[in-house]
């Protein structure tokens, strides 16, 4: 009996110290983790996905998306926590969320919305996987009930943390399974009927993104190739699916004059919005030398100045710099000995060769008691000229991690290092949304032959204004047109 009540004693204390009430699920989680802690590892998942994911810079979008996020997560089972929404830069069509309020939207997908409540939709299934705390319960429950290990990666010290991070970052972002998907619906059609947004905007999102997926699976019996599988925002459901219809209809009916669709607006916001690739932002900060004939493209949101004998690029903060300096070259001296020579050092760390875009070269990393030198170095060979390049840090960096990041900045950089072409003088052909009103001429086909987005352009404009596979535009009614 002793033995019995010691095991329940310690069941409880476990239960009074791990379990947190959950005010989405309205039941205790067995969650061994804060929400400090937890809101903690979101910021640093969402941090790492900043520095290397473009954002879409468009403020007036941005703010809009922020207004009906942050409308939506008042409404929601924990309106206190401090809710981001950010938009991806990608022609990809999903949406994800991280822990602790981080939930973001990629272009691709708001390119193929028709209303504010079918965004709304997207956003508050994401908000329901934050209020259920689905990336916290996810994690324990594949580490399984056993305490210690739970403890051992979820409430140690920082270093944890980032490794926790990396193994939620894949969950998050491709799905939780479909019974937490189902919840997520069910949680964030509650959200919309409190914002005033018809949950029923669920469902037509659901229709859209499975004509995506037809579409796709048309595409590649076609092409004889294999489809990517998609698991995205509201992946796990099929076309009818019963249970989320249920889900759609225990949210509540609200009467029509109250219900917040706004169509119009929504095309407002979104007209100019970017369609496909964006060349501008994923070269955005391309560096072209016309009378060297060089281009290499430097860390987003460094500055660039073309001085008298150098070519400089500074961090944001000013914390580190990259110089690209020119001299002649000396004769058939390999690229190492040139990079030493110019240094007078015996050796390098961590030095590698490089060949690239049939230029060759040596990088490496000056040693530690070289004073007031640049910490990378590189040098490169094009035609009769060598090129150098220092990536120097301006301050000293607060951990290993920090300063190993920024000279992985240094190295993207020089082996973006090549000779110039022709299409780097052009400006990127940007496509991007127009909205137009039709007429009783218009046909898809039609406009398709004026569009030049591939081969698939009237399947793409079907996509875009929700008429796949078939079916046209009534007269006056507003469509999706790409220029």
Excluded at 11 to 16: D, I
Excluded at 131 to 139: E, G, N, Y
Excluded at 141 to 157: E, M, N, Q, R
Excluded at 418 to 428: A, E, G, Y
């Amino acid at each position: 009996m002793y033995t019995l009540n010691k095991v329940l004693a310690g069941v409880l204390l476990a239960a009074a110290a791990g379990c947190a009430f959950n005010p989405a699920t309205n039941r205790p989680d067995l969650v061994l983790m804060s929400q400090e802690k937890e809101i903690k590892i979101g910021r640093e998942m969402h941090e790492k996905l900043v520095a290397s994911t473009p954002v879409y810079n468009d403020p007036i979008l941005s703010a809009y998306i922020e207004h009906v996020g942050q409308k939506i997560a008042k409404a929601s089972d924990r309106p206190d926590l401090t809710y981001h929404f950010t938009i991806i830069d990608s022609q990809d069509i999903n949406a994800f969320a991280l822990p602790g309020g981080y939930v973001y939207i990629n272009r691709g997908l708001l390119t193929y919305l028709q209303s504010e409540a079918e965004m709304a939709a997207v956003l508050a299934h994401e908000i329901g996987h934050i209020t259920a705390r689905h990336a916290v319960r996810q994690k324990t429950a594949s580490t399984g009930a056993g305490v210690a290990s739970v403890l051992s990666v979820l409430v140690t010290g920082s270093g944890v943390v980032g490794e926790a991070a990396n193994l939620w970052s894949t969950a998050a972002v491709k799905g939780y399974g479909r019974e937490m998907e189902l919840e997520a619906d069910r949680f964030g059609a509650q959200y919309m009927y409190n914002a005033g947004y018809d949950p029923n905007a669920m469902l037509n999102v659901i229709g859209l993104l499975k004509d995506q997926e037809t579409f796709a699976r048309r595409r590649a019996r076609v092409e004889g190739k294999k489809q990517q599988t998609y698991h995205g925002v509201f992946a796990s459901h099929p076309r009818n699916d019963v249970r989320l219809r249920e889900a759609v209809q225990a949210a509540g009916e609200l009467a029509e004059d109250k219900k917040l669709v706004k169509t119009e607006y929504y095309r407002e916001k979104t007209e100019g919005i970017v369609y496909g690739n964006n060349a501008q932002e994923s070269d955005k900060n391309r560096f072209n030398h016309k009378n060297l004939g060089f281009s290499m493209l430097f860390p987003d949101g460094w500055e660039v100045e073309n001085q008298r004998s150098a070519i400089v690029g500074t961090a944001p903060d000013k914390s580190a710099s990259l110089t690209i300096r020119v001299a002649r070259r000396d004769g058939n001296q390999p690229a190492d000995m040139a990079l030493r020579g110019v240094y007078d050092v015996r050796s390098l760390e961590q030095d590698e060769k490089l060949e690239q875009y049939r230029l060759e070269g040596h990088t490496g990393k000056l040693p530690v008691d070289s004073e007031d030198k640049p910490d990378r170095v590189a040098v490169l060979f094009y035609g009769s000229r060598q090129y150098i390049l220092e990536g120097k840090m301006l301050s000293t960096p607060e951990n290993d991690e920090a300063a190993n990041e920024t000279d992985n900045l240094f190295l993207t950089s020089i082996r973006s290092f090549r000779p110039l072409r022709k299409t780097d003088l052009i400006q990127p052909d940007i496509k991007r949304v127009r909205y137009v009103q039709a007429n009783e001429k218009t046909t898809f086909s039609s406009l398709a032959r004026h569009m030049e987005i591939g081969e698939y352009a009237e399947e793409q404009l079907r996509l875009l204004n929700g008429y796949f596979p078939r079916g046209e535009p009534e007269p006056g009614e507003w469509i999706k047109i790409v220029q």
